[in-house]
């Protein structure tokens, strides 16, 4: 079996960190913008020969990224956490009979901004749904993503930003369904909109995120 997955790229002009307790309601406010460039996430499953150990793949744009394929095991592992609290179906498990391999086709830059972090969780949160027949909504697999995120410290508003479309602005922090958004609207639908952008480098989302200088309660 084999489900592909996107997630656009949501660049963000500007924010502020809100800190809660509970990480469904942390998250921040601000805005940005949707792009039609992202990540594609395919998920396919190989079934495995009777002795051999089931496996995990990740691959990102084909190849094995160490650094970058965290974000990825993470998701899975808050997935399996979900899936056994809310005894979901399958009696509350996440069973891997067979291999999986996940590959992220990112077609823009990596750690510079483009929430790649937060789409490549939220479309394997929503392929490993449909994989595993775990019937779960688009808001609950942004649920999962953002607990990633904020774990991981690679994000807060990004999932909350990709469930909407176009011009964001996030006006409750939070996960979907908890945090809120307000839509620029235009009347030709952005359809005549380019966004031009220029990188120069990587920068390491949480040593922005986690700057005690920079929370607000």
């Given amino acids: 079996m084999k489900v592909s997955i996107f997630v656009p790229s949501h660049i963000t002009g500007f924010f502020s960190i809100k800190e809660d307790e509970n990480p469904l309601k942390k998250g921040s406010c601000g805005a940005g913008v949707l792009i039609d460039s992202g990540v594609k996430t395919s998920i396919q499953t190989i079934k495995k020969e009777n002795n051999e150990i089931h496996q995990i793949q990740i691959r990102i744009n084909g190849k094995k ?30 069973e891997l009979k067979d291999n999986i391999i996940i590959n992220h086709e990112i077609n823009v830059p990596v750690g510079s901004g483009f929430g790649t972090s937060a789409s490549c969780s939220f479309g394997t949160a929503i392929g490993l749904s449909k994989i595993f027949n775990l019937d779960l909504s688009n808001n609950q697999a942004g649920q999962i993503a953002h607990l990633t995120e904020v774990e991981l ?18 006006t409750s922090p939070g996960a979907p369904q908890i945090g809120k958004t307000n839509i620029i609207k235009d009347k030709n639908n952005f359809s005549d909109i380019l966004v031009l952008t220029k990188t120069f480098g990587e920068i390491d989302t949480s040593s922005i995120i986690k700057n005690p200088k920079k929370r607000r309660t």
């Avoid at 410290?153 to 996030?170: A, F, H, P």
Wanted: aromatic share 4%; hydrophobic share 30%; no cysteine.
């Fill in 65 to 94: 990224d160490p650094k970058n394929e965290l974000i990825t095991l993470k998701t899975i592992e808050i997935l399996k956490n979900y899936i056994i609290k809310n005894n979901r179906k399958n009696n509350g498990k996440f």
């Fill in 153 to 170: 410290g690679s994000g807060l508003g990004d999932v909350l930003s990709q469930t909407s479309k176009g011009i964001v602005i996030r």
